[in-house]
């Protein structure tokens, strides 16, 4: 489908011709023959300068060219928060508009379609873009379809939904960018004369502001070919009447139902309810010829824009920066966290209107994100004249090319996670159209970080004079050191000891260089296993891959290789990141296998006995269990039944779905209490389900909910290739659960590949979910490793009773700031445990039982069995010893306290 522009009119007509589709267009058959200009060289990396001071501070970390004409730059801002500096970070993409070579473009879902959603990442790598972020607004239970207005290459692709507040992005076919609010005029002339209003084009059904009305009730809409799904669109509430029309000629019309399957390539089918579909059966006929016609309008001028003079346009939110200015905003910001800290995406141009501003505030482990107040500074105080705001939230993604690879990839890490990227409606691209230059040099490609013990690949790569990736004959160099902090090993450098060098790289005349830095023992501030407890049982196998957290702020998996362990009370073997209990030495109860790196000790696993409990055997289910589907069309049931066959005397739930309707991925969801959930045993080790197969070959899975909020997906089966009943177990050791957890639903999906060889209707059914978790300290377990001790001490004594006989302390109790601290090394050597002392962290960390608490020294968070916690006050250190609050002792350990104030006597009972 291409367009026709009329020069004498603002009007834009749709014809057909040679069965092309309205969709994305790939900017890969632009050549240019100009010479490159634009950005020159710059500094690539390590450039720190301060950049447009205002009331707060942008500091610039670094910037790199992508490409001939487009440039990553890395801030740090600095924004204040309860009287307090606050350091975030922020990535923003600066695109020069005067450059011929660059240019900005719509990203949609998948294969350049609405209703099928896809990851930034996904995007840019289908349509070649050296960048990008998540672009418009869209409701997450919809099809996938932006709300605002999207136009590519001169095409609309969809029409401004009728809202209140809602801007949008472009660039005109000039180079001139704009930010303005945009409605949509159109209209439908039959072959008799008469004509019907146009409400739209490629929209799915929502509620119009301000009269809050359906919008297809007695509308008229046109869906092309960009619209992927069967369904045009989902809406209950109206009964469609359909008019297909291909080379302007009518040739179907479908009176109160659809017509079957998606659009065709070569056509587009007008939708119609109500007086809209009065009018369809009264003037159009089969084979008759019709004329479809439609405009964008300024909602600020009241100018008519035709979207073929448009390069790109992309919807968005509220304005955020109007006249280098903060703007009032232009909508309610509530309903996206307006005044929370997350990550947020925005976009803007210049003064001049030369440059284009594609802006990713972080919101992960290094920056804890920004206020739309707080991005509104930051604009303003890196040059933006007018922006507005992009979908945010767990949708910020950002990628880039990096100089000499072959691929845009993640910038930074989203707040999903970087496993965790949310698949969007669209996004917006950077596109490079630069002819292939001449080798321009070499740089090194690979981690700027390794561990101890850890091999890391390095590559050398070209660029050329455009700044893109050059194939060379051959990149095979010579490599070295600037000391014995890495080794060459022939595939890569191994990590030797900590700290810095410098590796280069040189082949032939050429050669290039690059930092990299060896994390130590004194880099981090946490060793945390994935599995923070386990089963005391010879044989038994966990995962316990090993996560670092940095003093920067980072978090890195720790490689197996790099992290030694020690046992106590057990004999075990860790290797290739599992461990295995060999032997349990006699008498024991409770053991630990403790990680540490680099002299640096980490949280242990703490095993014990396990019991195995049936959690939910659908008997007497007193919480609600309900379908739902996706996409939209996907349709079912899940309820409580009476089985069949042999389960017939017991209840099962049973999850029937039907999935033929709509694209893509394909989920049935059986949702256990509503959309909360309920709670699983505590540091839960395996999962085991009673399934009834149907053989359909889809995938059935249990999803869980961590402490943090955070899905965890768990296969059942993969693929579910049996009748009958089958016990399924699922190791949970190696999910890297935060407990407390919850059981959220259990589901079958069909994944969109291959879908045609799995059945898309059947029925599962599942019973009998158990956990395994470490039983809770016996008596007898006590009796071994939790002694009865009665111990009694007095605030500012040197000494203490055990059962009656006194023994001296080195440090004495001591009340201060109405708060009562006690030596933890004495309290432990009278009532059972062990304790070890990170100097460097200043992290003491307490066995006892099956309880691991670590504290640290003047903060105020500890961790019980790698779970996070806050106290009032936090531990001290006087005369040598670790002192630390008695309320810990008493709720974390598990001893019996009694304060005696009067006496300022404190007796410890267990």
């Known amino acids: 489908m291409v367009v026709d522009k009329n020069q004498d009119s603002k009007w834009m007509r749709i ?46 970390l670094s910037e790199e060219i992508i490409t001939s004409g487009a440039k990553l730059v890395k801030y740090q801002y600095t924004v204040t928060r309860s009287g307090k500096s606050v350091k975030v970070l922020a990535d923003v993409v600066e695109v020069d508009l005067t450059n011929p ?19 930034v990442e996904g995007m840019a790598k289908e349509t070649g873009a050296v960048a990008g972020v998540n672009g418009d607004f869209f409701a997450t239970g919809g099809q996938g379809v932006p709300m605002g207005a999207a136009v590519s290459q001169g095409t609309l692709v969809t029409s401004p939904a009728q809202l209140e507040g809602m801007y949008a992005f472009g660039v005109k076919n000039d180079g001139t960018p704009f930010i303005d609010r945009f409605g949509f005029n159109g209209t439908v002339v039959a072959e008799d004369g008469s004509s019907f209003e146009l409400a739209g084009i490629n929209q799915e059904s929502y509620v119009t502001e301000p009269d809050k009305t359906r919008s297809h009730v007695n509308k008229l809409f046109i869906y092309t070919s960009a619209w992927k799904s069967a369904q045009r669109p989902v809406d209950t509430s109206t009964t469609p009447t359909e008019v ?31 007086t809209a579909a009065d009018f369809v059966a009264k003037h159009l006929e089969v084979g008759q010829r019709i004329d479809t016609q439609y405009e964008l309008q300024s909602l600020t001028t009241g100018n008519s824009v035709n979207p073929a003079d448009l390069k790109v346009m992309i919807g968005g939110h509220t304005l955020l920066v109007d006249q280098g200015q903060a703007s009032a905003f232009t ?86 996670g970087s496993a965790g990227q949310r698949a969007v409606a669209n996004g917006l ?81 050429a050669s290039s260089s690059m930092e990299v830095t060896v994390l130590g023992g004194s880099d981090l501030t946490s060793l945390t296993p994935a599995t923070t407890f386990a089963p005391l049982e010879a044989g038994a196998s966990v995962s316990v891959p090993v996560t670092a957290q940095l003093k920067s702020g980072s978090t890195v998996n720790v490689p197996a290789e790099s992290v030694k362990w020690t046992f106590s009370g057990m004999k075990a073997s860790v290797k290739d990141g599992a461990l295995t209990v060999q032997s349990i030495n006699s008498g024991t109860k409770v053991a630990y296998a403790t990680p540490s790196y680099d002299g640096f000790t980490g949280t242990p696993v ?35 039944v009476q089985g069949t066959g042999e389960r017939a005397n017991s209840k099962v739930l049973q999850l029937d779905y039907d999935l033929t309707g709509g694209t893509g991925n394909k989920f049935a969801y059986a949702q256990i209490n509503g959309t909360t959930g309920k709670e699983i045993p505590e540091n839960a080790t395996a999962m085991t389900i009673d399934l009834l197969g149907d053989a359909s070959l889809n995938w059935v899975r249990a999803e869980l909910a961590d402490a943090d909020g955070k899905p965890v997906y768990l296969d059942l089966a993969r693929p579910l290739d049996f009748t009958g009943w089958k016990t399924l177990n ?45 039983a809770a300290a016996t008596e007898e377990a006590a009796a071994v490793t939790q002694p009865s001790v009665k111990a009694v001490m007095v605030v500012g004594q040197k000494s203490m009773t055990v059962d009656g006989a006194k023994q001296s302390l080195e440090v004495a109790p001591l ?6 601290y006690v030596p933890i090394k004495y309290v432990l050597d009278a009532f059972g445990g062990t304790s070890t002392w990170n100097n460097a962290a200043k992290k003491i960390t307490v066995k006892r039982g099956t309880n691991v608490l670590e504290l640290t020294v003047g903060e105020k968070e500890f961790f019980v069995n790698g779970t996070s916690k806050q106290a009032e006050v936090s531990p001290i250190v006087v005369g040598g010893r670790t002192l630390v609050p008695l309320r810990l002792v008493s709720e974390q350990l598990g001893i019996g306290v009694n304060w005696e104030k009067k006496t300022k006597s404190i007796t410890l009972e267990s």
């Open 730 to 774: 699922v190791d949970l050791t190696a999910a890297g659960i935060k407990y407390p957890a919850k059981l959220k639903r259990l589901y079958v999906v069909s994944v969109e590949e291959g879908q045609d060889e799995r059945m898309l209707t059947g029925s599962v059914s599942f019973d009998n979910i158990r956990f395994t978790a470490p």
């Open 815 to 820: 009340l201060k700031d109405n708060t009562t």
């Open 244 to 274: 297909l029309v291909q080379g302007d000629v009518i040739t179907q019309i479908s009176i109160k139902a659809p017509i079957p399957g998606a659009v065709p390539a070569d056509g587009y089918i007008l939708r119609a309810h109500g």
């Open 15 to 60: 014809v057909v011709r040679g069965g092309k589709r309205l969709a994305i267009v790939s900017l890969a058959g632009m050549i240019w023959i100009q010479p490159a200009i634009g950005w020159g060289p710059v500094p690539i990396g390590g450039t720190v300068s301060t950049a447009y001071a205002a009331s707060n501070q942008a500091v610039k």
């Open 101 to 119: 070579y660059v240019s900005l473009d719509v990203m949609t879902g998948k294969g350049g379609q609405l209703t099928t959603r896809q990851s």
């Open 331 to 416: 909508r309610a910001t509530n309903s996206i966290s307006g005044g929370s800290t997350v990550a947020r995406t925005a976009v803007g141009y210049s003064k001049d209107g030369k440059t284009a501003y594609i802006i990713a505030a972080e919101k992960n482990s290094n920056s804890s994100g920004m206020t739309l107040k707080e991005l509104q500074g930051f604009m303003t105080s890196i040059g933006v004249w007018k922006g507005l705001n992009l979908d945010g939230g767990g949708s910020t993604t950002m990628v880039n090319r990096p100089l000499a690879e072959t691929s845009a990839q993640l910038t930074f890490t989203t707040s999903n």
């Open 606 to 640: 703490v095993l014990s006995a396990s019991t195995d409990t049936i959690w939910e055997s659908f008997e007497n289910v007193s919480y609600p269990i309900s379908f739902t589907g996706l996409p939209a069309e996907s349709q079912g049931t899940a309820a409580i």
């Open 429 to 509: 691209g950077v596109f490079t159209s630069a002819p292939q230059g001449t080798l321009k040099g070499f740089k090194v490609s690979g981690s700027s970080t390794l561990l101890i013990g850890q091999t890391v690949p390095y590559a050398l790569k070209g660029y050329d004079t455009y700044y893109n990736p050059i194939a060379t004959e051959s990149t095979a160099a010579s490599w070295k050191a600037s000391n014995g902090n890495v080794k060459w090993t022939g595939s890569g450098f191994k990590g030797v000891k900590a700290g810095t060098a410098k590796i280069t790289a040189t082949n032939g005349s």
